[in-house]
């Protein structure tokens, strides 16, 4: 599976996407899911779509939603200004179109609307898709709040 995103490196902890910390991606498993519980060698999560829990082990790569970015031709974007930017344009509602059967040239044209600089060489068609499916699922779930508050940085004993 081709992402449009890579993860920041682990010391990039200034910011904290509240919304997004506790929801993962889990490579392999479809849709979006939110932290539920932390066992031995394990995590509990359970789906935003239908709420069925299900335990996920060290072998499943799993990504946080804060931690994914998205190519620009400038800088790296983090995915919550991503979901924002898309959360305004469509008014906080799912996205009318259907990404599985709309065409390369009506994926761009929306995703132009939403992120205007985004890196045309290294996001692919199926990445909006994914963005949108992940946006519709935060929204079916109620999540609509995707703006970043400062952390402050804990002082290490």
Do not use: C, H
Request: charged share 30%.
């Amino acid at each position: 599976m081709s992402f449009f995103f890579r993860t920041f490196a682990p010391d990039f902890n200034t910011a904290i996407r509240i919304m997004l910390k506790n929801i993962l991606a889990i490579t392999g498993k479809p849709g979006l899911y939110k932290l539920v519980s932390r066992g031995n060698n394990m995590l509990i999560v359970e789906s935003l779509v239908d709420g069925k829990r299900m335990p996920t082990y060290a072998r499943d790569k799993i990504v946080a939603l804060s931690d994914v970015s998205m190519f620009t031709d400038a800088d790296d974007i983090a995915l919550s200004d991503v979901l924002t930017s898309a959360g305004k344009k469509e008014g906080l509602k799912a996205v009318a179109m259907d990404s599985k059967k709309a065409t390369n040239e009506q994926l761009q044209a929306w995703f132009d609307e939403v992120l205007p600089n985004w890196d045309r060489d290294r996001v692919y068609p199926s990445d909006i898709r994914k963005l949108i499916q992940w946006y519709n699922i935060l929204i079916n779930a109620g999540i609509t709040d995707f703006t970043v508050e400062e952390e402050a940085k804990e002082e290490e004993k």
